[in-house]
């Protein structure tokens, strides 16, 4: 399974996005899916493509919920490993 990734558009150009990474790395994504998103929104990326913007309230709850979601499988990993 495969999350999203949670990143924030820092500029745009053509049909692209450059967004950074929570981490602070920076990569182009396409905008064909939502092309009206603008410099400063928080978006959700999967396989180089913006596909939804977000809330900033939204970051924090999204990152809470994929710590969770990460311990489970690695709880599920021990259990089964």
């Not at 399974?1 to 182009?28: F, K, N, S, W």
């Not at 396409?30 to 970051?59: H, K």
Request: hydrophobic share 50%; glycine share 4%; net charge negative.
């Amino acid at each position: 399974m495969c999350l999203p990734l949670i990143a924030r558009i820092v500029a745009l150009e053509d049909e692209y996005a450059t967004v950074e990474l929570l981490e602070g790395e920076t990569v182009r994504a396409s905008i064909a899916i939502q092309p009206d998103v603008a410099v400063g929104q928080y978006v959700l990326l999967d396989r180089g493509m913006i596909i939804e913007v977000i809330d900033a309230n939204q970051v924090e709850e999204m990152l809470q919920f994929y710590t969770e979601l990460t311990a489970m499988w690695e709880t599920e990993d021990a259990l089964h490993g």
